[in-house]
């Protein structure tokens, strides 16, 4: 399956501040990235899907302004979080598909950031 | 609104036995289903998909599916401690890529 890195794997801010997580596809190139959020002891939710070279697909009630996403390149997708507070804190994670056996996607390990 | 529905559990089964786990899903159009594991603070990791109706073996996991009832299950046999994890049940959503996923059922493997 596919290989995806994440950095930083955990992260602590001050309110009002940006934090920049990227997600890297590290074993073949990812036209499609996906990025989705977990808070503690619930499911992960679709936050929005990254798309190289264009503008990404945002789920509903998800702001675009405050989560920009980039994916500049067909190995790495960015998420960053603006001016952040501390109902953003969560487990944010990033995932990609190789695009065979049925699409399946395989996740990163994670960023955790704190939002004092 | 597309659902994908668990018993949260927790399932606690002794080690040895047969875990089953369950996932009931809401959109009659999907392909494609997965289970993945994931242990406290850290990410999903795949154990097994199924698309076709039937079993699908692969080592001690078993997936169900049965897309009339839009039911599908993953049995652990001879369970270990160190399956002691939450189990996401995802659908693929009909027509895009994304993945709708279940809460989780939170499995307790005892010695």
């Known amino acids: 399956g596919a290989v995806v890195s994440q950095h930083p794997s955990r992260v602590i801010c001050k309110s009002g501040t940006s934090v920049k997580i990227e997600c890297r596809s590290l074993?073949?190139?990812?036209?499609?990235m996906f990025w989705y959020r977990q808070f503690p002891k619930k499911s992960l939710m679709l936050m929005a899907t990254s798309n190289e070279g264009s503008k990404a697909t945002y789920e509903q009630g998800v702001e675009k302004d405050k989560f920009l996403i980039n994916h500049a390149s067909l190995t790495l997708s960015t998420l960053t979080v603006t001016s952040a507070h501390p109902e953003d804190s969560s487990f944010y994670i990033c995932?990609?598909?190789?695009?065979?056996?049925?699409?399946?996607?395989?996740f990163g390990p994670g960023t955790r950031l704190t939002v004092l | 609104q597309k659902e994908v529905e668990q018993n949260s559990g927790p399932l606690s089964v002794p080690e040895g036995a047969i875990a089953s786990l369950n996932c009931t899903y809401s959109d009659r159009g999907s392909q494609s289903f997965f289970w993945y594991r994931q242990y406290s603070g850290k990410s999903p990791e795949l154990i097994m998909f199924?698309?076709?109706?039937g079993d699908k073996e692969d080592g001690r996991f078993t997936a169900q599916l049965n897309k009339a009832s839009q039911y599908v299950s993953l049995l652990i046999r001879d369970s270990q401690p160190s399956d002691s994890a939450t189990y996401l049940c995802a659908v693929k959503d009909t027509g895009r890529r994304a993945l709708t996923f279940g809460s989780g059922t939170r499995l307790q493997v005892q010695p």
């Open positions: 995932s990609t598909s190789d695009g065979r056996a049925w699409d399946t996607q395989y």
């Open positions: 074993d073949f190139q990812a036209t499609t």
């Open positions: 199924i698309y076709s109706n």
